[in-house]
């Protein structure tokens, strides 16, 4: 699933420039000129990352930054600043209001999509293309192909994002609610116990290679990716 990003910025020329690279790149983009046409796009689903402008009409990407980041629902989104100023000072400021990167116009659109990538990488591990591999089990999110200890390995979407979810962060307890909110988005209403039913699917489409014995069922709290 490509990653939506979005991007508030009153400049037309950057806003489109930028949204143009993203989508080139794989990306889906979201135009906002404001924050309030921004704070719209968030209500009604969450983007992958936000691409925020300083110096905007009206409230300032710095504002909207902190706002971000005080909500519950919306402070885990990577922010990356976008701003011409270079001063010391005011990274330290974008940085302090809670965005996780910084990036000084003039920018090339290259860097800006490497900037993007590495967010990802490091906020959402599972929203990025990169290969994971973990004791004999390989996912190969652009081929779409998962293999085990060298077998192929076929199973439904659903039960591929939430492998992929579950192997990029290895070793971790979630609970049912935690990956409803991290594969299903936090707008929609699915029942609890579905996560059960695509666990279930999903150890028997590894159980012909074995590496089912890699999910993790901790009793009453959710489940997990054994690493080791
Ligand atoms: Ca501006």
């Known amino acids: 699933m490509p990653s939506s990003v ?51 009409p009206g409230e300032s990407g710095l504002a909207f930054a902190r706002r971000l980041r005080a909500d519950q629902r919306t402070k885990s989104i990577p922010i990356i600043m976008l701003t011409a100023r270079a001063e010391e000072r005011d990274k330290i400021a974008g940085l302090e209001s809670g965005a996780d ?15 993007i990538k590495a967010v990802l990488r490091r906020r959402a591990p599972e929203l990025t293309d990169d290969t994971v591999e973990i004791d004999g089990l390989r996912l190969d999110p652009v081929a779409h192909r998962i293999t085990g200890n060298g077998r192929e390995i076929e199973m439904g979407p659903t039960e591929f994002r939430l492998l992929h979810f579950l192997m990029t962060h290895p070793d971790r307890i979630y609970s049912r609610t935690q ?24 150890r028997q489409a590894l159980s012909g ?11 009453g709290s959710g489940y997990g990716l054994r690493a080791r």
């Open 6 to 56: 979005l991007i508030v910025e009153d400049e037309a020329a950057i806003l489109e420039l930028i949204a143009i690279n993203l989508e080139y790149a794989g990306y889906v983009p979201l135009r906002a000129r404001s924050v309030e046409e921004a704070q719209g796009l968030v209500k009604g689903a969450l983007p992958d990352v936000v691409l925020l402008d300083w110096m905007l």
């Open 101 to 115: 990167d910084y990036v000084t116009k003039p920018f090339s659109p290259k860097e800006l999509v490497a900037r």
């Open 179 to 202: 990956l409803l909110d991290a594969l299903w988005g936090d707008h929609v209403f699915v029942d609890e116990r579905t996560v059960d039913v695509h666990i279930r699917r999903l």
């Open 209 to 219: 290679s074995g590496c089912d014995r890699l999910i993790a069922t901790v009793r």
